[in-house]
């Protein structure tokens, strides 16, 4: 991230750091 708006289908902008590592957890808990 940082260099500008990307985004997964659904999403606009690109969330905080803090969320994808929260997002790696549960697809790696699942």
Do not use: D, L, S, T
């Amino acid at each position: 991230g940082g260099n500008g708006i990307w985004a997964w289908p659904g999403q606009v902008i690109e969330p905080e750091p803090g969320f994808w590592a929260r997002v790696a957890k549960r697809r790696i808990a699942r």
